[in-house]
């Protein structure tokens, strides 16, 4: 059974950082391509950014030069270290297997809450 369980959210102030840790399970986290995704209040799910297989990033441009998605194969644990947070960063922040960005499975974990507030 495939699971994420993302942790390290909370509310930070405007500058401040982050790290999300998620956790993999149920899938061969070393072959896959792993995704950070963020819903916003009212708001669809959108991609923050992808780690390949060699660990090659790619990025949203809204939190591109701020963000760093980094992975441990042998955690099977995906990182998104978040810095000079700002108030649209607010949302609930998942991660998934990636296909070119689109999250492959369909079992989400709870997410983790990021607030970013003054």
């Known amino acids: 059974q495939v699971q994420f369980v993302e942790s390290g959210g909370g509310l930070v102030q405007p500058g401040g950082s982050l790290r999300l840790s998620c956790a993999a399970s149920?899938?061969?986290?070393?072959?896959?391509?792993m995704g950070w995704y963020r819903q916003a209040p009212g708001k669809q799910r959108e991609l923050v950014g992808v780690?390949?297989?060699?660990?090659?990033?790619t990025y949203a441009d809204s939190v591109k030069g701020r963000f760093t998605i980094s992975r441990d194969n042998a955690k099977n644990t995906v990182y998104l270290q978040m810095n000079s947070l700002k108030p649209e960063d607010t949302a609930v922040y998942y991660c998934?297997?990636?296909?070119?960005?689109?999250?492959?499975?369909?079992?989400w974990g709870q997410g983790t809450q990021v607030t970013v507030s003054s």
């Open positions: 780690i390949n297989r060699g660990g090659s990033t």
């Open positions: 998934n297997a990636a296909g070119g960005g689109v999250p492959l499975f369909d079992s």
């Open positions: 149920g899938i061969i986290f070393s072959l896959n391509a």
